[in-house]
């Protein structure tokens, strides 16, 4: 019986030369990146990437910046963040090697290019904001702004308190004492041979330890002079009245220092720079990365980095990212509870942003469905029977009524509480963003938040980000610059965008 197979024979000689562009199909994703970067460079916008190196002929060949930058950018889209692993890659999958042209560069070329462009990368997300907005994917309309904490390159119970810290220099440098004096007795004047495994890279974990001292004696610094000016300003403000400020006296700069220090603050000696966040599943050792998105495409037109550990003050510096990235800013501006404050509200009021609305969550919603059932609970305890005698409602039911008046809920009364100020135009923000909230027109609108920013940072976890691979704020900032820019690439893929001629200037 003969067997009808197509021909098989790995020792057949290709007859004539193999175009490497037909080893993909014209509309897969690793074809996109090449001519999208391919439009950036004939454009000239690719100039930082070839900024670093030689331009007079001598020293050793590079990898051409162009052809390394297609291949990160395809990694991080298809969520591939090792270096080791992309040189693997670049060895046996079909789209590596057709980005690379059958080049294989080193884990260490990819991981010193990538460390290189660390600014470029920033650059590179503003021009591929560009092609968004020239395929129609961003408008002046309604945008969402969200955090999102992601693990760090370090282990949390790295952390070590300050006292931990001195012992431990106190340790490394007499371990260090140790190894020179056995050296002196076993070689003399001589070299001799390396320093023991345990010691060979002694300078860098050193430096790292004094990094994170440094950081927690700074943090005491800071006590002191905050407690000082503290004092300075009450002290002040008496010599002007004439009178004793009524109310519990500041501490002294000691006590504030002895306070911060019963509480053991701690600085990780893996990455100093990293800080201890609370995620949705618990405790990270790591950073707060931030996104604005627009509400109809999700493309994200701004994005940022911060140690902080909560987003209250990330609202002002993400809108100047947005000026900065994006051109503009502009329309509704949709952020949760965790960005609710005066001064957020109070932002409004600049000339700046006077083009935007604000649309900030009063309350977390399982507070606002806690208050709203306790407000039911109370209307109902209130209402009085069918009966001739009149019953009396206790003391508290009348508090709960009282406090909680048919305009507002419990949950935005108390918010209000907790963001009025002496100010008069914070106070006015604050109750024109409340009354805004309230509205049926204001709740639909807050409506697109969740349906915008949360699907964002699924997609990335889906893709790989679980944990930033570099050290640094400076470095992570980077990482997660290519995070975002390669998800504007996957969103200008699937809207099936050709680029073509030439790319619009940010005006």
Known sequence: MAYNFRPYAQAQSFLLPVDIREWVDEGSLAAF???????????????????????????????????????????????VTSSRKIAELLECDIHFRFLAANQTPDFRTINLFRLRHIESFSTL???????CREAGLTKAGTVALDGHKVAGNAALDQNRT????????????????????????????????ELPQELRNPQERLDRIKAAQARLEELLTATRLRQEAKIAQRTEEEASTGKTKRGRKPKTPDQAQADLLDKEPKANTTDPE????????????????????DCESQVIKAHGLTQDENDQGQVEPMLYASIDQSGSVSGQVLVDAGYNSADNAALENRQEFSQIELYICQQKEWKERKAAAQLQEAVEATVEPQQEEPVQTSAAQTVIVQALPEQATSAQTVAAVQTSTTDSDSAEAVERVRQRMNTPEGKQIYKKRAATIEP????????????????????????????CLTHNILKLWRANYAPKGTIPVIT
Not at 456 to 483: C, D, P, Y
Request: hydrophobic share 40%; aromatic share 12%.
């Open 162 to 193: 300050l006292e931990q810290l001195r012992a431990q220099v106190d340790a490394l440098m007499s371990q260090a004492h140790q190894a020179d004096l056995r050296e002196d007795v076993l070689f003399g004047d001589e070299r001799g041979d």
């Open 456 to 483: 964002i940072f699924g997609q990335m976890i889906n893709r790989g980000l679980t944990r930033f691979h570099l050290r640094g704020v400076k470095k992570v900032s980077a990482e997660w610059s290519l995070w």
């Open 274 to 293: 990293s800080r201890i966040l609370k995620g949705r599943h618990g405790y990270l050792q790591g950073y707060n990365g931030q996104a604005m998105a």
């Open 125 to 131: 997300f503003v021009e591929v904001l560009m092609l």
């Open 33 to 79: 990146i090449n001519d999208t970067v391919d439009l950036l460079e004939t454009s000239g916008r690719l100039q930082s990437f070839f900024a670093p190196y030689r331009d007079d002929g001598w020293g050793n060949k590079a990898f051409y910046p162009t052809m390394m930058l297609k291949v990160l950018l395809y990694a991080y889209c298809k969520g």
